[in-house]
């Protein structure tokens, strides 16, 4: 006759299991919405994304916390409980389950602590631009996103309204450089090294997020000393055209600012 006489041993073990189950689903799912809705509010989200994709992304947040607000309400340890009785599972037939069971635990508590401090490390420290950082890794790569414009609509635009990304596709698909010799410019953006003794002007340009950021970049007429790299900087000047056909930005004056709010482009 076998015995049952000890079936709620691992009630402590089982509660465990429990909390932990819902700190990786509720826990971190919470805290990642509060994250997400506190930027948002704050303006700061655009660091990480577009401003089109903002109220994408706090609808999400929103709805991600509803959920959990909701499933707090269950009894704890009710949404492991798949209704299937395993009180009579055997010593025997647990034995060979321990290793894989161990393995299990192992990765459970390796994955949780891991996604547990980046969470936390979003929670607790202040969100700042990849700007400078993503630009000077990219540094030498050939973009698309700067090698496809078309001139004609290029050529009849308003240059008043150019930025740094628009330039940088003047700058790389112009056949007729001539045409934009003189124009005036006013440009923000942060110093970045060339191979010369020049800097470039520098903005990154997203689409989606900064997963997708892609540094545009302008020869600018600066001394490679005046700036240390990653200086923002605030460029009045005019776009010249070179005997050779290359374009690049004469400075009438260079201002040193501080990081602007919403550092890319898009």
């Given at each position: 006759m076998?015995?049952?006489?000890?079936?709620?041993?691992?009630?402590?073990p089982?509660r465990?299991?429990?909390?932990g189950?819902?700190?990786?689903?509720?826990?971190l799912?919470?805290?990642?919405s509060v994250?997400?809705?506190?930027?948002?509010?704050?303006?700061?989200?655009?660091?990480y994304?577009?401003?089109?994709s903002v109220?994408?992304?706090?609808a999400?947040?929103?709805?991600?916390?509803?959920?959990a607000?909701?499933?707090?309400t269950?009894?704890l340890?009710?949404?492991?409980?798949?209704g299937?009785?395993?009180?009579?599972?055997?010593e025997?037939?647990?034995a060979?389950r321990s290793?894989?069971?161990?393995?299990a635990v192992?990765?459970?508590?390796?994955?949780g602590?891991?996604?547990?401090?980046?969470?936390?490390a979003?929670?607790?420290?202040?969100?700042?631009s990849?700007s400078v950082?993503?630009?000077?890794s990219?540094?030498g790569e050939?973009?698309?996103?700067?090698a496809?414009?078309?001139?004609?609509t290029?050529?009849?635009?308003?240059?008043?309204?150019?930025?740094?990304?628009?330039?940088?596709s003047?700058f790389?698909t112009?056949?007729?450089?001539a045409a934009y010799?003189g124009?005036?410019v006013t440009l923000?953006?942060f110093?970045t090294?060339?191979d010369a003794?020049?800097?470039n002007?520098?903005?990154?340009?997203?689409?989606?997020?900064?997963?997708d950021a892609?540094?545009?970049?302008?020869?600018?007429t600066i001394?490679?000393g005046?700036?240390?790299?990653g200086q923002w900087?605030e460029?009045?000047?005019?776009?010249?055209a070179?005997?050779?056909?290359?374009?690049h930005?004469?400075p009438n004056?260079?201002?040193?600012?501080d990081?602007?709010q919403?550092p890319?482009?898009?």
């Amino acid at each position: 006759m076998s015995d049952h006489t000890h079936p709620h041993t691992d009630h402590a073990p089982s509660r465990a299991r429990a909390l932990g189950s819902r700190w990786l689903g509720i826990g971190l799912a919470t805290v990642i919405s509060v994250v997400t809705l506190g930027l948002g509010l704050t303006g700061r989200l655009n660091l990480y994304i577009s401003p089109e994709s903002v109220w994408f992304a706090c609808a999400a947040a929103v709805v991600t916390l509803v959920g959990a607000i909701w499933s707090c309400t269950l009894p704890l340890g009710d949404e492991g409980d798949h209704g299937h009785d395993h009180g009579d599972v055997t010593e025997t037939d647990a034995a060979p389950r321990s290793p894989r069971r161990a393995l299990a635990v192992a990765s459970t508590v390796t994955g949780g602590v891991i996604a547990s401090g980046v969470v936390v490390a979003a929670l607790v420290l202040p969100p700042a631009s990849l700007s400078v950082e993503l630009a000077m890794s990219r540094v030498g790569e050939q973009t698309a996103l700067f090698a496809g414009a078309d001139d004609v609509t290029l050529g009849v635009a308003d240059t008043s309204t150019f930025g740094v990304g628009d330039w940088a596709s003047v700058f790389a698909t112009a056949t007729n450089t001539a045409a934009y010799d003189g124009k005036t410019v006013t440009l923000t953006g942060f110093v970045t090294p060339t191979d010369a003794d020049e800097v470039n002007l520098t903005r990154l340009v997203i689409t989606h997020c900064v997963i997708d950021a892609q540094p545009a970049t302008l020869p600018v007429t600066i001394d490679a000393g005046e700036f240390d790299t990653g200086q923002w900087v605030e460029v009045e000047g005019t776009i010249k055209a070179d005997a050779d056909g290359s374009l690049h930005v004469e400075p009438n004056s260079v201002t040193p600012i501080d990081e602007p709010q919403d550092p890319y482009e898009y």
